[in-house]
């Protein structure tokens, strides 16, 4: 467990669903997304989550990319464009 800390920046003030820290969030085609501090080095990794309640479950469906930035502003806006451009191109299959 100590190993998902570190690797998903664990101990954090606002935790979503697997304890990381939600840096930004939004509701959108009825799918919540989170935009999640993953720290690499000095910088963030580009993070994310995307939730929906399907048949009374919530769903997660967690996404990396190999972007890094020091920006929080910058992560934030693009973790959330990334997120609408999967649920745009993938809908619910991304729970599959």
């Not at 003030?13 to 939600?22: E, I, R």
Request: proline share 2%.
């Amino acid at each position: 467990m100590s190993f998902l800390k570190k690797l998903f920046g664990g101990g954090n003030d606002k935790p979503a669903a697997g304890g990381d820290k939600v840096l930004g969030e939004e509701s959108y085609k009825g799918f919540l997304i989170k935009a999640i501090h993953m720290p690499a080095g000095s910088e963030m990794q580009l993070a994310g989550t995307i939730e929906k309640e399907i048949g009374g479950e919530l769903k997660t469906y967690r996404f990396v990319r190999a972007d890094r930035m020091s920006s929080k502003e910058d992560l934030v806006a693009i973790a959330l464009s990334k997120g609408r451009q999967i649920i745009d191109e993938q809908g619910e299959r991304i729970f599959s």
